[in-house]
């Protein structure tokens, strides 16, 4: 290559390109190409994405937004790991998951993802910290005291007082906070959150998303929201537009 390389660049120049493009790469943590999702439904095949390519950095804290029939819920299925493509390849840290079993897209959300759901999913006959210890059962994580640790969540999102509570004793936006901390217990690189403040009042869902938005300044993670509102957008790095299954 430098042969090629060295009628345009000095060494020291190729060396350069070399190492950014390297870096480059490195801080890619998703990447779709040319990804179709096609569904059958009776005699009519839906597709949901037509193509979506897309690249989210390791750190960034972006939104994929679209009005409905968008593609961005299949979108969030494909990154998550929920689902695989008709057609085209999923990148999660350079490694190709797109023709992953089901047992090993499970071990990669179990290790790799945690999520945030619009109706929060907390088990109503569980307390705060039996619902943020539930990933831990699933998962191959070690961790010599996983209760002191969601112990210790909890406490992060101001919910050190709510540990012994049951869902219906919590109001919305600290049953939306319990499900952050279950996000975060298995120490994930990636939090996918789905309509996050779509249950709450503005002045909650702001307290959300500074609980987002501190996660991802301070423990680094990569914060990816999937939602229709656009009041979230100071928070963000990036906005990923989706229209007819694809980026616009």
């Keep these: 290559m430098y042969s090629i390389l060295s ?3 000095t060494r020291e120049e190729f060396y350069l390109l070399i190492t950014y493009s390297v870096r480059v790469v490195s801080e890619e943590i998703i990447r779709l190409e040319n990804v179709h999702k096609h ?3 009776g005699n009519v095949i839906v597709k949901a994405l037509s193509g979506l390519s897309l690249s989210i950095k390791r750190g960034e804290l ?3 937004v679209g009005s409905s029939g968008s593609g961005k819920s299949t979108a969030m299925h494909i990154i998550g790991a929920l689902d695989t493509p008709t057609k085209g390849n999923v990148y999660f840290e350079g490694k190709n998951v797109s023709r992953f079993s089901q047992d090993e897209l499970a071990q990669l959300r179990g290790r790799k993802i945690g999520f945030v759901f619009q109706q929060f999913n907390l088990i109503r006959s569980s307390t705060a910290l ?11 994580n070690v961790d010599s005291d996983p209760k002191k640790r969601a112990i210790q969540i909890l406490r992060d999102v101001e919910l050190g007082d709510r540990i012994a509570h049951k869902p219906t004793e919590l ?8 499900a952050i901390a279950r996000a975060l217990i298995n120490d994930p690189p990636i939090i996918l959150a789905d309509e996050p403040t779509g249950n709450l009042d503005s002045k909650t869902g702001k307290l959300v998303m500074d609980y987002l938005r501190k996660i991802n300044k301070e423990q680094g993670k990569t914060v990816i929201i999937v939602t229709h509102d656009l009041d979230i957008t100071k928070y963000l790095d990036r906005i990923i537009h989706l229209k007819d299954g694809r980026v616009v």
């Design 7 to 9: 009628l345009f660049l």
């Design 39 to 41: 569904y059958v439904m």
């Design 62 to 64: 972006v939104a994929i």
């Design 130 to 140: 039996e619902n943020v210890l539930l990933p831990t059962v699933f998962s191959n």
């Design 171 to 178: 109001s919305g936006g600290q049953q939306q906070r319990v």
